[in-house]
Each structure stands twice: as structure tokens, then as C-alpha cells.
């Protein structure tokens, strides 16, 4: 784990924090560019339970969207938060184009919500690690491993 | 209205016999009210949902082959599955038999055994609640028949997360303005702004609600849809519409338990789409049974002039 990467806790902890907003954000930019490295974060430590180094590829410019299609290969339940991930870019991306403070803000406090979801759903797919396969999205049928059961064995009881 | 889509073959699932009744309910009734018939398959059996498909994914193809089997044998090439979790099934049944041998050899050897028909990929197409009623009526059709219009609704649709993923087992998605999208769904914002609802703009309409971690990790799936609802609280919506019974009992179940057990309250309600756009033809509250979701949204309803 890199020592100044914050861990999903502290990821829920800082997106807490900003979608209180007790008070507006000092820098909104560099508050978008903090949910991202949030969410880059939250994907490394997913990655690494794997045993596997993160990515330092980009997918249409951003390393998030390379991470995620890193931790989804051979997992493909984890593109549950495909959409979330492009979310994350969307909202930093906005939080960079806009000119109107108010308008910063609120993104700043959606994108923290956002990524809060990331965290939360990452935090949950690792402390239930095998649970993966059990959700949404097909395991594929090319995959060897999901024909260890299958009616195609003749000994299988059915 | 296209006449392939009039009347077409109804695969309720087990989710919509029971904690979903609200949805048969209120799905059947909007069918009639927009003079649109739906025949439910003789016999259907589950689609395999999460737990077949798990232990063998083949098995799964099989179960909701059979239902397009039996789609086939009523005469349909439409079959409409208004649960996520159906949809996706005999979706990926449908790519499976198309594309992987083992699956095409199984459910030919499961048939046989079973004694029906096999069935062969291309002969029915699986249709969702919202592709249905959007391509069947359309937007301009629906906003001639609103009677209750739905304005001054603030709205949030949450579509989860099986309704397009994975993508390529939905090849008519992605194909241009008309179609579904699967990054940004659109159908239920189309049909409910018709009804005269305002869309919020909600970054989490397809972001999992922890479903399958419902029982065996409460807490997660507790906080993944608090998020939710917190999000489309702060996105202004004062109801989150749903599209699957899974998702929506998840929610319900969740707002109750975020309360008691985080003492995190959201206001926000949460209602199907067909029972929205149901009160918003004219129908009552209890003809889409909002009496049967488990939260209570019927004072809201009244007090927006409803139900």
C-alpha cells in the first residue's frame, strides 16, 4: 500500500466531510482533482487485494477509468461501478469547466457523494470477497472456471 | 403503435409474485389503460436469477430458455420482463445460445430430457417494462393520455444496475438518440417526463444498491443505499422512481433500516414508475398498489394531488 494513500475509511471520512459542507470549498478545483485521486485510491486497493500492481494506463485520458478496466478483468461484477467511475471524471470535469462558484460547489458535493458510492461498494467487495460472482453481471461463459459444475460433466446429477 | 408491441408475452418472474406485487399490479394496470395487452407465459419457471447462475451459469441459460421456449410455443417474438434481474437473464440467455456451444448443447439436452422444444436464439426478443411502453406509446402519445399530470414532481430514476450491464448482451442499446443508452439511461426519464415529472440529473441511476449483499452483509448494502437516497435528496428530487423489484424492495427495506439502525433518515419516496405514470393516466393510488410498498407514500401522493 503507498504510505500517503488514503485508505476507504479515510475516503469516507474526506467525501463525508465535503458533502457536509459546513462550509464552502476553499479551492473547488483542486477539491475535483481530489475526488479523483480519491477514486484512483479507492481502485488501487482493490487491485492490489488481487495481487496485482495498479495501472498507471489511462483510458480516454484518465487513470480511474484505467484502473477500473484493470480490476474488472476476469471480475466482471466489478463493472457494477463502471458508470460510477465515469461519474467521478464527470463531475471533476465539470468542476473544472464551470466558471460559476455556486455551481462548483454543488459538483464538488454530488462528485463526493459519488465517489462515497465507489468507496463503499469497493469496501464492501472486499470484506465479502467471493461474493463478486454472485452479483450482477454474468460470469462469463468463456471463463473456465464457470464450466467446473456444469450439466456439460455427465456424472453431474441432473 | 407498432402492433408487434400491442400484445405481447408477459414474464411477471417470482420477485413480481411477491415482495414486487405492487409492480405486477400497477404494470399490468398502465398496460390496460393504455390499451396494450400482456399475456402471461403458461407455466414459466424462474430465470435462473443470481444463486443458478452462480453455481452454474449454464443451468441458468437453460431455465430462461425455456421461458423463451414456451414464448415461442404462445406464438410471441416479444416477451416483456419488467424485473432487472429477469431481463438480464433471458438477455444473456439469448447471447449465450448465440455464441457459446456448451450452453447451445446443454439446453438442447436439458429440453429433450424435459420433454419441449429446444429453443434456438433469434426466435423471441426480450423486451424490458420501460422499452415496452416507451416504443409501444412514445412520448407524444403518453403526454395526450396524462390526465394527473405529474408536475411539480422532482424525480430521481434509478435504473440499478443489471438493466445494461453487460453491455454487449443488449446489442440494441447504444444504437443512436432513439435507443437505450448503457452508460446514461434515458427510457424512464422519457416516460415520466411525458407524465409531466422533472428529471433530476442523479450521477447514481445506475450505481449498485447492494442487493446481493442484502443478507449476508446488511450494513453494506445499507449504506450503498442510503448514498443513494442522500444523493437524491441533495439532487433535489422528492422521489426516486424505480424500475425492478429487487432494487426497489432494497431501498424501501434500507431507508427503514438506515433510520433505525444510523439514525440517517431520508425523506425521499420511492415508487415505482409504472405506479407514477399509472396515477398520472388517472389511476388511483390503490389500482397501482401504493398501499403495498412498504414505505409510505401516501400522504406525499395526496398532497400533490395524486392518488
Redesign the interface.
Known amino acids: 500500500m503507498t504510505a500517503d494513500r488514503p485508505t476507504i475509511d479515510e475516503v469516507v471520512a474526506r467525501t463525508d466531510a465535503l458533502?457536509r459542507g459546513d462550509r464552502p470549498v476553499a479551492d473547488p478545483l483542486a477539491a475535483g482533482d481530489e475526488l479523483l485521486a480519491m477514486g484512483e485510491a479507492v481502485l488501487e486497493a482493490w487491485i492490489e487485494s488481487r495481487d496485482k500492481d495498479p495501472t498507471d494506463d489511462e483510458v480516454e485520458g484518465f487513470r480511474l477509468l484505467g484502473l477500473h478496466r484493470q480490476g474488472a478483468k476476469g471480475d466482471?461484477s466489478f463493472?457494477?461501478?463502471?458508470?460510477?467511475c465515469?461519474?467521478i471524471v464527470?463531475?471533476r470535469n465539470v468542476i473544472h469547466a464551470e466558471t460559476d462558484s455556486a455551481l462548483q460547489q454543488r459538483m464538488v458535493?454530488?462528485?463526493a457523494?459519488?465517489v462515497?458510492?465507489l468507496a463503499?461498494?469497493v469496501?464492501?467487495k472486499l470484506?465479502?470477497a467471493g461474493?463478486g460472482?454472485?452479483?450482477?453481471?454474468?460470469?462469463p461463459?468463456?471463463q473456465g472456471d464457470?464450466?467446473k459444475?456444469?450439466?456439460?460433466n455427465a456424472a453431474a446429477p441432473? | 403503435m407498432p402492433d408487434d408491441l400491442k400484445k405481447v408475452a408477459y414474464y411477471p418472474g417470482c420477485a413480481l409474485e411477491g415482495t414486487g406485487h405492487a409492480y405486477n399490479r400497477s404494470t399490468k394496470a398502465v398496460g390496460k389503460e393504455l390499451g396494450l395487452e400482456l399475456v402471461e407465459l403458461k407455466d414459466w419457471n424462474c430465470c435462473g436469477a443470481?444463486?443458478v447462475?452462480?453455481?452454474?451459469?449454464?443451468?441458468q441459460?437453460?431455465l430462461s430458455a425455456r421461458n423463451l421456449s414456451i414464448a415461442e410455443d404462445m406464438g410471441f417474438d416479444k416477451v416483456m420482463a419488467p424485473c432487472n434481474g429477469c431481463y438480464?437473464n433471458l438477455k444473456?440467455a439469448e447471447y449465450?445460445l448465440k455464441?457459446?456451444a456448451?450452453?447451445k448443447?446443454?439446453n438442447a439436452?436439458?429440453s429433450g430430457k424435459a420433454g419441449h422444444k429446444t429453443y434456438e436464439p433469434g426466435a423471441v426478443e426480450t423486451i424490458h417494462a420501460l422499452d415496452w411502453i416507451k416504443q409501444a406509446v412514445g412520448e407524444e402519445e403518453l403526454e395526450k393520455r396524462v390526465k394527473n399530470s405529474l408536475k411539480g414532481i422532482k424525480v430521481a430514476n434509478y435504473y440499478g444496475?443489471?438493466y445494461t450491464?453487460?453491455r454487449h448482451?443488449f446489442p440494441e442499446k447504444d444504437k443512436g438518440p432513439a435507443s437505450e443508452s448503457t452508460?446514461k439511461p434515458h427510457f424512464m426519464d422519457d416516460i415520466l417526463g411525458a407524465a409531466g415529472a422533472e428529471n433530476v440529473d442523479f450521477?447514481?441511476?445506475?450505481?449498485?444498491c447492494?442487493?446481493?449483499?442484502s443478507l449476508?452483509?446488511s450494513d453494506?448494502?445499507t449504506?450503498?443505499v442510503l448514498?443513494?437516497l442522500?444523493?437524491a435528496e441533495?439532487?433535489g428530487a422528492d422521489v426516486v422512481a424505480t424500475e425492478c423489484p429487487t432494487c426497489h424492495t432494497g431501498l424501501e427495506m434500507h431507508q427503514m433500516r438506515a433510520e433505525k439502525v444510523l439514525g440517517r433518515k431520508t425523506n425521499v419516496k420511492i415508487l415505482y414508475f409504472t405506479q407514477l405514470l399509472g396515477m398520472a393516466l388517472g389511476l388511483s393510488a390503490k389500482t397501482v398498489g401504493v398501499q403495498e410498498n412498504m414505505s409510505d407514500s401516501r400522504a406525499f401522493l395526496k398532497e400533490k394531488g395524486l392518488g
Open positions: 458533502i466482471p463493472n457494477a461501478c463502471r458508470e460510477t465515469r461519474e464527470y463531475h458535493r454530488l462528485g457523494m459519488v462515497r458510492h463503499l461498494f469496501g464492501g470484506q465479502e461474493l460472482d454472485f452479483c450482477c453481471s454474468s460470469r461463459v468463456r464457470g464450466n459444475n456444469t450439466t456439460g441432473v | 443470481m444463486e447462475k452462480n453455481i452454474d451459469p449454464k443451468i441459460t437453460y438480464h444473456k449465450d455464441n457459446d456448451g450452453s448443447e446443454v439436452r436439458l444496475c443489471m450491464r453487460p448482451i452508460s450521477p447514481l441511476k445506475t450505481a449498485c447492494g442487493g446481493a449483499h449476508s452483509d453494506t448494502s449504506k450503498l448514498n443513494i442522500e444523493a441533495a439532487c
